[in-house]
Each structure stands twice: as C-alpha cells, then as structure tokens.
C-alpha cells in the first residue's frame, strides 16, 4: 500500500541488524546472507521496519550492521525488488569498524560514528521487529505524554522547555499468550518480567482509538529467565519498600515481551556514552532508568545528572525539517514581553541594596524584575540540580482481537507462525477486496501485490486455496500437488513429471527444489536447498543449499551441512515442564525490605 505523505517529524530512526543467533540454520552465512535479509513472507526481513519508518515519517533512517554484512546490505538494498521500491525509505549504513556479532545493543551507541549521528530525538527498532500498529500511533501518545509543555517539568516555579523538562521515553511491549486468540505465538517464546504503574488520566477521557488506556509507567523491566535465575537463588521474591512507598499500586506481568521499540528524547544518548557498563538496551538502559525513577541514589550513580545538565549546542534548524540538537535551551524568560532588565549596579550602588529593596517598584506587580550576572546575560545559564527523573513509558499491546500484530521474528517457529499469517492478508490486486466488508480480512500495509505472481502459473490438477498460501516469481509447479498454508519464494521448483508434491504449513525461501513424491509439513527449507524424491520430513529445518537424499524421513530435525540431524524435540512442551501464566499481582506496602 502507498505510504501516506507525511511531514518530516524530526525524528531518526536506528536498526540494530544483529547477527540473529536464534535463526540457526538459517544464519549460518552472514557474510552473504545475514539476518536482517532473510524472508518473512517472500520479503527480506529488513523491509518490515524500513516500512514501518516510512509510514511514519521518518525517513533519517540507519542501519548499524557489522562490517562483514555491509556489502550484502548494500547490494539487497540497490538490487532486491521488495527493498527498491519507490515508496520505500533508503537508509543510511553504519559499520562501526570494532563492531562484532557479541557487541551489546548498548555498547554499540557507545561507538562515535553512532554518537556522530544521532543529532536530536531519535528511534531505536531491531530489524526482526514486524509491525502492523501505525508508528503515528506511538509517535503521537510520545508526543501528548512526553514532549511539548505535557512533557516539561517546573523547576522554582518558572517552566524552562527542554533544560528544566528533559523529556521521558516510550517503549513497546507485546503479549505472547496469543496462541488460543488465533495468534502467531509460540511455545516457550521469551518473554520479560515487567511492574509497572498508573499514569495521571485526563479529565477527559480518551477518544476512540487512542493507545492511552494502554499506557503505563514502567517501574521495573528484565527477562523472565533472569527474574527465575535470581529467584531460584534467592527461594523468593524480594521486592524493595523503596518501590512500595512511592507507588502503593504496581501491576506485575510475565507474559509480555518487549518488542525493543524505544522512542528516547536525544539527552538518552549522553546517558549511553557516559556508562560504560551498559551492554544491552533493555536490560540497562530502560532497566535502571525504570528503577532510577524510584529508587534513590540511582540516578547519581549511573551518572543521569550529568545526561540530564549537558550542555547545549546552538539550535540550527536544519532544511529537512529537525533540529540538529532538539534539546537545546530555549530561555523563555528572555522572549518574555513583561520582564525587565535592570542594568548592571555599579560598586557604590551595590551598599544600598538594602534601602533598594524597601523602595517601592516603578513598574507594576505582574512584572517579573531580571537582575543579570553580567554585562550581557549568558544564553546557557547554569541548569539547577535535577531533582526528578523522566519517565520510561510502556505501551502494553492488547492480543485480544481486532488488534494489530507486532511480533519480534527471531526464532525458526516464529518465522514460520508470522510468514504463514501474512500469508493469509488479501492481495491488493484482486478485484473483490476494493469494498472490504466485516466479514473480510482488511488490506495493510503488507498485503502483496499478488497472492501468486502473474510469473508463476497453477497447473492443472493441483489444489492450492489462494487464501492461505503465497507464491513469489517464477515458481514452477507441477501437477498433482497439493499445498495448503505455504509461503513459497522465488524460482522454487515443486513436483515433477511423474508426481507432485504435497506441502502443509511450510515456507520455502528462494530456490528451494522439492522432488516429486516430497511430502512435507510444518517445514522451512533455506535457500537453492534440494528435498530428493519421495522425502517425508515434519516440523525440520533444512540449510541453505543443503541436499536431503531421496527417501530421507525425518521428524523434528535441523538438516544440515558437516551435522548429524540435530532434534528439535526439546523446543516442544513435551517434556512435562508446565507453560507458565500471567502474574499479575496488585503489591501494597506490607512487603518485607529488600
């Protein structure tokens, strides 16, 4: 779908292109074929935030990738017909030359070519992230939340812009228990323990649509293995009063996962470059900012002061639209129409200052009398002691239906559950969707343009429902074959002369060649790989190029190069271990101290 024409909002955007240790065996290449280009139903995994950008706005995009993957980026994006296309933002490669696959997402925006960047308030996404909420959504309840005069603070009662305020963040957060609502989760999918707590409600209430019921003040935010690791070493759960003095009510939640979507005003990247002990984002830097909101003596040791009083640069305002430092001080009390400056007392007149204050003012009550420190007064004036944190929001995604999907693709099994949904969306050509009606399943922005591309043909005598299935260009398919829910990529050869095939709940990425006889199910098969005749093969994962022999019946294996078939039983809930619940729990102050 055409992006819509937006203004510039100011905003850039960072995507984290890691090196996807979770996408094995599909990530075994990432000199020619890393993670942020493999395929999420047919397109490269990179278009779902370039998109995501687009639609928003924003169009300052980087993309911070190592340097090995840079020449594969910089080739997909000048040559790939999904990472072409017009409406497409074309990003901006950053390669830091000590940047590794084991650096932290923290540690990266230590680097000073990602510092040299960053020039005012700015996005953070990874490229796994798939994203069917419109970023307007999110950008506007930053906006009434954060920033502008909601989001300044007042300081001695004089309200000071960016300098007293220093404005908040915005994270995303999405539940994983979806699977019984039609959903694309997963069995033993991450996910992260999270308290958070209510945020002021306006008089008014909120109007239809809006994403402010969901919002909340994020107080505490780890992994769940790690909340289990310490709570099996220390056989409970300690909660600090600290935390249950200032807020008499915290929601706590082990169901959701953090989607790794953070809007963060630009003094977050000073906080960034002055704790060199931050590795990782949302462990670190939302972890202990949420518990720098409440627990004192925090903010002084992860430095926040120092962030939050840095000093400022010029405002420039720059043609596209953006500050290049949005956060610099704007001395309202300067562009005030009733203040006045009193000049300078020289060193006699400064002995009757006494007398001075007890005579009465020749201008009226209202006006405010500015007594400055020097000849000229100082356009940066020295900020007073910052005595409140801002806040980390937290946008808590419902799952219940109708809701949009947001999903964090970086396992095998959620490659598979998101490519097979996104299968599903009608294609935008077809006729009969151009009046969608309740009953139907609406156009987004990732509906392809074809359900079957016009280069590749349906024989006769083979089933394939149109509705569940996706088929790329140039795809050869024989007769006698029956495929149902499947997602195949481009040049894919199924079936042959003598016998087709039959697919069922598969992806297949570019090249795949499945012989006549295969029958497949729940399977995902890397690229130019080769399935030899009459193969049974359930719920495997197949390398790219690998050759299966003819005849070969595997269950629940990774089949690849130099590696007796590997089981993936252990991914299954087989093994007794009970799924685990929400835990919600309203805390009061009867808990006993940390």
């Known amino acids: ?95 830091p030359e000590d940047l590794t696959l084991t650096t932290g997402t923290a540690e990266l925006f230590r680097f000073p070519k990602v ?54 963040g915005l994270g995303v957060w999405y539940q994983t228990k979806d699977a019984a609502e039609g959903g694309v989760g997963v069995k033993k999918e991450e996910t992260d323990f999270i308290a958070t707590t209510e945020i002021a409600q306006p008089a008014v209430p909120s109007a239809s649509g809006s994403l402010r019921p969901f919002v909340r003040d994020l107080k505490v935010s780890m992994p769940t293995a ?7 070493e220390e056989k409970s759960l300690r909660i600090r009063h600290a935390l249950l003095r200032k807020h008499g009510k915290v929601k706590m939640m082990t169901t959701y996962r953090d989607a790794h979507i953070y809007f963060f005003p630009h003094w977050v990247k ?9 590795d990782n984002i949302s462990e670190d830097v939302v972890g202990w900012w949420a518990k720098s909101t409440w627990q004192d003596g925090l903010p002084e040791k992860l430095q926040m002061g120092e962030a939050l009083a ?46 001075s204050r007890n005579s009465p003012s020749p ?64 294609s935008t050509s077809d006729p009969s969707n151009s009046g969608a009606t309740s009953t139907t399943t609406p156009l987004t922005s990732f509906s392809h343009t074809h359900k079957i591309h016009p280069t590749s043909t349906t024989p006769p005598q083979m089933t394939m429902p149109q509705t569940t299935s996706l088929v790329d260009a140039n795809v050869t398919l024989f007769s006698k074959s029956t495929i149902k829910e499947c997602v195949i990529g481009a040049s894919c050869v199924l079936g042959g002369e003598k016998a087709g095939v039959r697919l069922n709940r598969c992806v297949l990425m570019d090249g795949a060649v499945v012989e006549a006889g295969g029958k497949l199910d729940g399977c995902v098969l890397g690229r130019r790989c080769r399935i030899g005749a009459d ?14 022999p003819p005849g070969t019946t595997a269950k629940g294996e990774v089949l690849q190069a130099g590696v007796e078939g590997t089981d993936l039983s252990g991914d299954e809930d087989g093994d007794g271990e009970e799924e685990e619940e929400e835990e919600e729990g309203e805390m009061d102050g009867d808990e006993e101290e940390d």
């Open 1 to 95: 779908m055409p992006h819509a024409t937006l203004p510039s909002t100011g905003f850039q955007a960072f995507i984290l292109c890691g090196p996807g240790e979770n996408l094995a065996p599909f990530n075994s290449n990432p000199k020619d074929f890393p993670k942020a280009l493999i395929p999420i139903a047919n397109r490269p995994m990179i278009w779902y935030p370039l998109d995501w950008c687009g639609r928003m706005g924003v169009t300052d995009i980087y993309l911070i990738a190592s340097p090995e993957s840079r020449p594969a980026l910089e080739a997909a994006l000048a040559q790939n017909p999904y990472l072409t296309q017009p409406t497409l933002p074309t990003p901006e490669i950053i390669s």
């Open 310 to 355: 840095s000093k400022k640069k010029k405002v420039n305002t720059q043609l596209n639209g953006h500050l290049d430092d949005a956060d610099d001080e704007i001395d309202l009390a300067g562009l005030s129409s009733t203040g006045v400056l009193r000049p300078a007392q020289s060193q006699s007149q400064s002995t009757n200052t006494t007398s």
């Open 363 to 426: 201008y009226a009550s209202r006006v405010r009398i500015l007594s400055p420190t020097s000849s000229s007064p100082s356009p940066h004036p020295q900020p007073p002691p910052i005595t409140t944190i801002p806040p980390i929001l937290s946008y808590l995604h419902p799952s219940h239906p109708p809701s949009h999907l947001i999903r964090r693709v970086d396992t095998v099994p959620l490659l598979l559950n998101v490519s097979l949904a996104l299968a599903k969306l009608p």
């Open 115 to 168: 510092q040299k960047a960053i020039k005012g308030d700015f996005i953070v996404l990874p490229c796994d992230i798939v994203c069917e909420l419109h970023g307007s959504s999110l950008l506007e309840t930053w906006m009434t939340l954060q920033a502008g005069l909601g989001g300044a603070r007042s300081i001695d009662g004089v309200l000071s812009a960016e300098q007293s305020g220093r404005r908040g």
């Open 270 to 278: 000073d906080m960034m470059a002055e704790n060199e002990t931050f």
């Open 226 to 232: 790690v909340l289990k690791d310490k709570m099996e």
């Open 535 to 548: 193969c049974e093969l359930r719920d495997c994962y197949v390398q790219e190029g690998f050759v299966v």
